[in-house]
């Protein structure tokens, strides 16, 4: 079976390379536009007991630069919610905390155009926290988090990698993106000569969007 399945992979990946350079033809201009879409945020942490993912939205612009026709380059700024629902059950919290964080994020992406209407997008981001609260969910007997957190408790700064998929069409495109922030949403502190990190916590967001392009040069 696996011997039955070599053969016609690598015939699909060679006919692949051999139509991509066609898409010069037909990517040659570059565009700007608009995008919005829906979030499912997460915040990714190992001292909580669970958390679950809470709904948001992205809205902003983009510009696509074609570098030949099979690569271009994408770099976007737009308004994004993160956040996510956690339950704590430990010695330092307990309860559940509904934390809600809005950016202003800049992805730098590379681009393949693997055919005419289906495209491959992955790089890094780098995003600003505007603002951001946490609201208690539950009865907390422990740690109150509304009392206790507020935005000076965020680090300001985000920055990570993202990756997705694109259907394109002539006048708009569809799009599914995974992004994950490699720096922890709290900032670290010291108390009674112990350091901890609260949220210590990274951000997750699965965004699904549609993009328009409005010019093309």
Wanted: hydrophobic residues 40%; aromatic residues 14%; proline residues 4%.
């Amino acid at each position: 079976m696996k011997k039955s399945i070599v053969p016609i992979v690598s015939a699909f990946l060679l006919m692949l390379i051999v139509n991509l350079p066609a898409k010069a033809q037909k990517t040659n201009s570059s565009q700007f536009g608009i995008k919005g879409g829906v979030n499912f945020a997460n915040l990714y942490t190992k001292d909580a007991e669970s958390n679950n993912a809470i709904a948001g939205f992205n809205v902003g612009i983009f510009i696509k630069i074609p570098i030949s026709g099979t690569f271009a380059f994408q770099p976007e700024i737009y308004f994004t919610t993160k956040g996510a629902e956690v339950i704590y059950n430990n010695a330092f919290a307990n309860g559940t905390a509904s934390f809600k964080l809005n950016y202003i994020e800049i992805p730098l992406l590379f681009v393949l155009n693997v055919t005419d209407n289906f495209s491959l997008y992955a790089g890094p981001y780098a995003a600003y926290l505007v603002s951001g609260n946490v609201k208690n969910k539950s009865n907390v007997t422990l740690f109150d988090f509304e009392e206790n957190i507020n935005a000076d408790d965020y680090n300001r700064f985000d920055a990570g990698i993202a990756g997705g998929a694109s259907l394109d069409f002539r006048s708009v495109s569809f799009g599914a993106r995974y992004s994950y922030g490699l720096n922890k949403v709290g900032k670290e502190k010291t108390f009674m000569g112990t350091s901890y990190t609260f949220p210590d916590a990274n951000n997750g967001v699965l965004s699904l969007y549609m993009q328009i392009p409005l010019h093309k040069n």
